[in-house]
C-alpha cells in the first residue's frame, strides 16, 4: 500500500519532533531545547483513522546560512518537500514571525503541494488567538496546536486526511517489511556514505566531522524486486567517553535500530584497524542473536600488495575467533568498490535467518555428532542428549533435550555448537543452544 508522505518543516525549535513523536506514539526522533539536533530526513509510519501516513521530520531550516550543517540541512527539508504529498509547515506562536519563517512560507507557497500551517505552542484556548499573527504569510488552512501536550493533534489529523481526499476506507494489504539491514560502527568510518552509496543518492548528510548523524534512519529501497530498509546510525563509542545527552541518545537509537533489524553490518575504518570497541560492537550483535556481515570499509585507502587483503582477513579472525562463522566483506563506499556484494550478501543471510532446519535432519547430525564425541560423565551420572528442535529462528534458538542438562560442560556445549555449523550453513547467523530437562 502506498502510504502518504506529510514533511513536516519549519525552522529550528518549533516543535517538530516532539510533534513527529507525538503522533507516532514512540520516542523516535532525539528532543532537545538546544537547537539543530535533527539533521537528516527521519520517516516514522502511524494510522489515523484506519489510514495509514508517513511523516518525515526535517531539520530545522535557515535560509541563507552556508554553515556545513545548516547548508545539508536545508537540502535534506527540501527534498523531504519535493517528494511529499502534504507540507505541514510548523511556525512558534509564542515567539512569532520571524525572517526564516517568513523565507520558509515563499518556498512552501512555490512548492505547489497542499499544505496546513501549524502554529504549535498554543497550548489552551487563550493562545488560539496567536495564530492571528500568520496571517501576514498569505497561507490559508491555520491551525493552532500543541505537540507537547497533545492539543488539537486529532483534529489536525483529520485536516491531514481531508487535504489528501482519504475518504474511503483502506484495503487490507500484506505489510511484510522485508530486509531490515542496520549499519552501525565507530563514528566516521563511513556508515552514511555506504547508505547513500546503496541508495544511490544523499539520502544522508555526510561531513568529516565524527557525530554527523544523530539519530537512525530508516531509508526504503527496492532490490530486485525485494524490499530492503537500510537504517543509518550514530556512531558507537564507549560509555565513558560519552560526554553529552544527545550523544547518549544517538547510542540508545542505535542500540534500538540493531534490535530491531533482521540483519547487522558492523562496519570499521581500514586505516585504522579492528579494536577493543569494534569487538564490543561485534559481541552486541551477537548477543541481540541477529545476522552479521563484518564490513572493511574505506579499502581503496589502503596500499596494497598480493596478499594485503588475506593477510587483513586472517589478522582479523585471529583477534576475534568468532568471526570465523560470520561473512567479511572489503569495500570503499566513495569508489563504490565491492559495494554490490554488501545486499547480495545481507540478503542471503536473511534468507537463511529465516529458515528453521527440519527436526529430522537436525536429529540426524546430532547423533553422528554425540556418537563421534559423547559428553563426559559428571560426578558419576552419565549424560543422554536425547532430542534437538529448532524452536525459535530471529534469534535462532535450538533446543536439546537430555537427562542432566545443567551438567552439560560448556566446552562441550561449543563443541556441538561447531560441529552443527559444519553440517548446516549457519554462516552469517548466530544461534543459542538451549539445554533443557527431558
Known sequence: MVKPIIAIVGRPNVGKSTFFNRVLSQRQAIV????GITRDRIYGDMEWCAHPLKFVDTGGYIPDDFDIFNAAVREQ???????????????????GITASDQALAQFVRESGKPYILA?????????????????????????????????????LLDTILSKLNLTEPPTETDDDEGLRLAIVGMPNVGKSSLTNALLQKERTIVTPIAGT??????????????????????????????KDKIEY????????????????????????GFGKQ?????????????????????????????????????EIRYQFKALDHYPLLFISAITKQRIHKVLETAWEVYKRSQDLV?????????DKIITKNPPSAEQGRLIRIKYATQVSRSPSV?????????????SYKRYIENQLRLYFNFNGIPFKLSFRKK
Not at 527539508?77 to 515567539?95: N, P, R
Open 32 to 35: 532537545d531545547a538546544q537547537e
Open 77 to 95: 527539508a527540501q527534498q523531504a518537500m519535493a517528494e511529499s504529498d502534504l507540507v505541514l509547515f510548523m511556525v512558534d506562536g509564542k515567539q
Open 119 to 155: 502554529v504549535n505552542k498554543c497550548d489552551g484556548y487563550k493562545t488560539d488567538n496567536l495564530i492571528h499573527q500568520f496571517h501576514e504569510f498569505g497561507l490559508d488552512s491555520i491551525m493552532p496546536i500543541s505537540a507537547l501536550n497533545g492539543r488539537q493533534i486529532g483534529d
Open 213 to 242: 548523524t544523530r539519530d537512525a534512519i530508516d531509508a526504503h529501497i527496492k532490490w530486485h524486486g525485494e524490499d530492503v530498509t537500510l537504517v543509518d546510525t550514530a556512531g558507537l563509542r564507549k560509555l565513558a567517553k560519552i
Open 249 to 272: 541518545y544517538s547510542t540508545v537509537r542505535t542500540q534500538n535500530a540493531i534490535h530491531s533489524a533482521n540483519v547487522v553490518l558492523v562496519l570499521i575504518d581500514a586505516e585504522k
Open 278 to 314: 569494534d569487538k564490543s560492537i561485534v559481541d552486541f550483535v551477537m548477543d541481540k542473536g541477529k545476522g552479521l556481515i563484518f564490513v572493511v570499509n574505506k579499502w581503496d585507502l589502503i596500499q596494497k600488495e598480493t596478499y594485503t587483503m588475506k593477510n587483513f582477513e586472517d
Open 358 to 366: 527440519s527436526t529430522k535432519k537436525l536429529n540426524d547430525a546430532l
Open 398 to 410: 535450538i533446543a536439546l533435550y537430555s537427562n542432566h542438562p545443567k551438567a552439560v560442560k560448556t
